[in-house]
């Protein structure tokens, strides 16, 4: 019996094939420009928590770039990014106002045979 059950950080799993996922869960992430409501480090560690793996550069495995909101013109990483779209990488450039969203978003239970 568990005394938890107003806990909502215990997760309880009625398949033992289930498991939680998000959006950014095992996904390359790379930060471009400052971001207006938190520091890069503390993006960081949201996206982390949601399984994310922080990159400090764009590569082909590069999932996410996310665009500070605080940006003159479009930066290398951003350059980077648009070329391997262009070499057919699949890489989201999305904008902090999305990336907050996401960060927010409640885990979903999905079956693992779906991964």
């Not at 480090?41 to 994310?52: D, L, Q, W, Y």
Request: hydrophobic share 40%; glycine share 4%; proline share 2%.
């Amino acid at each position: 019996m568990n005394d938890n059950l107003d806990n909502n950080e215990i997760i309880f799993f009625s398949n033992s094939c289930e498991r939680v996922m998000h959006p950014f869960y095992n996904k390359h992430i790379v930060f471009t420009g400052a971001l207006s409501t938190m520091t890069r480090s503390e993006a960081a560690k949201k996206a982390r928590t949601c399984g994310a793996l922080i990159q400090g550069a764009v590569t082909k495995d590069t999932h996410f770039l996310i665009l500070g909101k605080n940006r003159r013109d479009k930066s290398t990483k951003h350059l980077k990014a648009e070329q391997f779209m262009h070499r057919g990488y699949d890489i989201q450039i999305i904008a902090e106002e999305d990336f907050m969203w996401l960060i927010s978003m409640q885990k979903e239970y999905v079956p693992s045979t779906i991964l």
